[in-house]
């Protein structure tokens, strides 16, 4: 068996101990003799997973008791519509932070839903900042401000919580989630799919202040009701199940590293190792502003595109694969979840400099 190092922006690596441990019990689980895959996930074995899994959630982000962690599907897009229908609450609009792709695709979904108001963008300068707190245009009457705390695409990163007095903050951390640690408390909702840092495709997370449910459109479909949803303790209609599973399985392998605090130190010794060698040379090139770069999703160029092809071709043949940029930006990212081994960028940038030593 040969495992690549897997650069994927999502769905993106796994830790192999977890994988392992999936396939050894991949026909009997713990002695109950079948699959997690063929439980009832009303039965107590799935119950009991899946209550595992929410509990480890809390402890690694330790989530305060006002707050209910819900299980959900549809992926960050569907909660772009899932978000204003739960959480306008009677309001006529919310604030939204453009900083790329991720945030447009918010805003525009959020349109169907109520009023929008674009209070900061990041548009001018070509999504390679995040636009600075004293620059935002807030509604005080605002019944929520998103923003992306990570853009996948663009390699942007808030490294700050951004205070908005009152109004309820709603992050979409879909790609840096679980990557350092977050004041739960600071958020009115965070939400996430699980494919970029937690597990399989299929499984959202949504966590939501208890005293924000209650105030859902009329239209909301009932699965997607936070409210139906948490009364139910996520079980209203048949959960991801497997995809929970194995999210279990991450965070217990996240808190035998250390939690999210270990995850934040070898996060930020990665992407320091590879902005380094970015930063060395003109051959590449780094296009975000230095105190935005993501830690996750770093996107860069080589000096000549015509490079590019051979770059990633060369890349392939040493098990470095998945480094084409997204098609709206170009060039190359390298996707740096919690599962991505220092070795792994240690490769890469080994790479990356024979690479400009035979094509400088
Ligand atoms: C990947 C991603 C999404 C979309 O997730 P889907 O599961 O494809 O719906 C949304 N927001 C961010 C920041 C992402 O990285």
């Known amino acids: 068996m040969s495992r690549v190092y897997n650069f994927s922006a999502g769905p993106a690596a796994l830790p192999e101990s977890v994988l392992q441990q999936a396939a050894d019990e991949m026909l009997d689980w713990q002695g109950s003799g079948m699959s997690v895959m063929e439980m009832s996930h009303r039965g107590r074995h799935f119950m009991g997973i899946a209550a595992e899994a929410q509990a480890l959630l809390r402890e690694l982000l330790a989530v305060p008791a006002n707050y209910k962690v819900l299980f959900m599907q549809g992926g960050g897009l569907a909660e772009n519509a899932i978000v204003p229908m739960n959480m306008l609450r009677g309001k006529a609009s919310a604030d939204f932070i453009d900083t790329g792709v991720w945030a447009g695709k918010s805003i525009a979904e959020a349109r169907k839903y109520g009023g929008v108001n674009v209070a900061a963008s990041a548009k001018a300068t070509n999504y390679t900042t995040i636009p600075p707190r004293d620059s935002w245009r807030l509604d005080p009457d605002a019944a929520y401000v998103h923003i992306c705390s990570n853009e996948t695409i663009g390699g ?136 935005c770069r993501s830690r996750m999703n770093v996107t860069f160029f080589l000096h000549d595109q015509r490079l590019d092809k051979p770059f990633l071709e060369g890349a392939e043949a040493r098990g470095l694969v998945q480094l084409k940029g997204h098609r709206v930006v170009g060039g190359m990212r390298a996707s740096l979840y919690n599962a991505m081994p220092l070795e792994g960028v240690q490769a890469l940038v080994a790479y990356m400099k024979d690479f400009e030593k035979s094509h400088g």
């Open 156 to 291: 942007v990163e808030y490294h700050f919580t951004p205070d908005v007095g009152e109004v309820p903050l709603v992050a979409d951390m879909s790609s840096s989630i679980l990557s350092r640690p977050v004041d739960v408390s600071k958020y009115g909702l965070i939400f996430g799919g699980a494919q970029k840092n937690i597990g399989p495709a299929g499984l959202t997370l949504v966590i939501v202040r208890e005293d924000l449910l209650g105030g859902a459109l009329p239209i909301t479909p009932s699965a997607f009701d936070y409210t139906v949803v948490a009364e139910n303790d996520s079980m209203y209609n048949t959960p991801p199940t497997y995809a929970i599973y194995i999210a279990g399985l991450v965070f217990k392998w996240i808190r035998a590293q250390g939690g999210v605090a270990a995850m934040e130190a070898r996060s930020a010794a990665k992407a320091a190792l590879l902005y380094g060698c970015l930063d060395s040379t003109a051959f590449y090139k780094a296009p975000v502003a230095r105190d």
